[in-house]
């Protein structure tokens, strides 16, 4: 019987809310605008980083579990001096070609793919593209990363070997350079735009479907060739070069690893005593890389949100306050029939959750529809986890409660006497 009384008072206390509201819609508002803004945020940013989270647990996937890397530069967050005691790693010499060949020897690796990046101007006919990203690969391309074909195919050992001037675009390349025309057979120009001084004719043998994602920068053309072909035709500096490392599939990636690294040091002529100087990378410090860039811009939402909660909560503080002076008498006469202090606390807790979780509820609406927007014109595959809508509608309950107490309590120790001569 307590518990159908409690509900009733509950129901109640909702019914008084929203009558509450329409009486005083501008302060309503305000408070109701606070709360979703917090909420939405929440919503949003909570949409996003899970969105991104798949992203790229979906790319390291694809290049498998196990894959590591090899670069000339550790990921590191440095401030270097010009003292050569920091950042001692920018004296690190370029990995070669070679090395990735002599580490392909090795039983523990299945495939070494050599790559570097770099930028060019490419154009077909009267159609330009300013500033495309090019990539060299060895032409095990397809074992290490497989890459989704559209139409035609990749290059082989053969025309890596002897730097071809062959090309393999992505499909964002191709409409914008071929619109509806056949892009197989045919010729364009790329220029360096580090300094070139005309354009290397390059035939596409193949288009690809460049799967859009967060750490890919979205949309982009690119261009795939070989990195013989990147370096000779187009003069990219191999300085830059890394090497992507597949282990076999019966050794462990740490075997793999201390492998590649004693075959490093040994062709370098390296001491124990020395350090390595060069980096290996796995995926798990590449999340935890991105775990503590993107928590730290969480935290940063997260913050942001948490303003507008306060905004709200200090409406709800002059709403209901306003709300206890004006029903005084209406507590006094409650009080007079058998009311008690927890009766008249509850009923004004419940009508400040109710006017939160009614902010929280469109906050989150909102949020909804704009996660499902950056979802279809974004590659970020926003989505609205579970736990968000529930943190979400737990702040907003726990902001009402904490902000609506101080006016529950102030009604609750109301003297009936004085309440009932209050005009």
């Known amino acids: 019987m307590r518990i159908v009384d409690q509900a009733k008072m509950s129901l109640e206390g909702v019914f008084i809310a929203f009558d509450a509201m329409r009486a005083n819609k501008v302060r309503a508002g305000l408070t109701i605008l606070g709360v979703a803004v917090g909420v939405f945020v929440v919503v949003v ?30 990921i590191v967050f440095e401030n270097c001096q010009d003292s050569g005691d920091s950042c001692k790693w920018r004296a690190n010499p370029p990995l070669l070609v070679s090395e990735g060949d002599a580490i392909k020897k090795l039983e523990s690796v299945s495939e070494v793919g050599v790559r570097a990046g770099w930028g060019a101007q490419v154009k077909y006919r009267d159609r330009e593209l300013s500033s495309v990203q090019v990539l060299g690969i060895t032409s095990n391309w397809p074992q290490l990363n497989p890459p989704e074909m559209i139409e035609g195919r990749v ?4 025309e890596a070997r002897s730097a071809a001037p062959v090309v393999v675009i992505n499909t964002t390349a191709k409409e914008r350079l071929f619109g509806d025309e056949s892009a197989i057979g045919k010729e364009i120009s790329m220029t360096s735009l580090q300094g070139a001084q005309r354009g290397s004719p390059f035939v596409v043998v193949g288009i690809y479907k460049d799967n859009a994602s967060f750490l890919q920068g979205g949309e982009h053309p690119a261009v795939v060739t070989s990195i013989f ?14 090497f992507i490392i597949k282990p076999s599939e019966s050794v462990r990636q740490d075997q793999a690893i201390d492998d590649v690294i004693a075959t490093l040091r040994g062709i370098r002529g390296l001491r124990p005593s020395r350090e390595s100087n060069f980096a290996v990378v796995t995926q798990d410090k ?38 206890v002076t004006e029903r ?31 902010g929280a ?12 927007l950056v979802r279809s014109v974004t590659p970020v595959a926003a989505s609205v986890p579970p736990m968000a809508v529930v943190a979400a509608l737990g ?22 006497v004085t309440a009932l001569r209050h005009e």
């Open 45 to 74: 940013i909570s949409a996003a980083i899970h969105g991104i989270n798949e992203s790229v647990a979906r790319q390291f996937q694809a290049a498998g579990p196990t894959t590591f890397f090899v670069q000339r530069y550790p």
């Open 155 to 158: 290059f082989t050992e053969q």
């Open 229 to 242: 072909a990147l370096n000779r035709k187009l003069g990219a500096n191999m300085k830059w070069v890394g």
């Open 328 to 358: 005084t008498r209406e507590i006094g006469v409650r009080k007079a029939l058998g009311a008690t202090r927890i009766t008249i606390l509850w009923q004004f807790l419940v009508e400040a959750v109710t006017l939160t979780a009614t």
């Open 286 to 323: 590449l999340f935890d890389v991105y775990n503590k860039v993107f928590g730290m811009f969480f935290l940063v939402m997260i913050a942001l949100s948490s303003v507008g909660l306060l905004v709200g909560g200090v409406g709800v503080v002059a709403i209901m306050m306003i709300s």
């Open 361 to 372: 509820m469109i906050g989150l609406a909102i949020g909804w529809a704009v996660a499902l």
């Open 395 to 416: 702040a907003s309950a726990f902001t009402g409660i904490v902000f609506g107490m101080l006016p529950a309590v102030r009604a609750s120790r109301l003297d009936p």
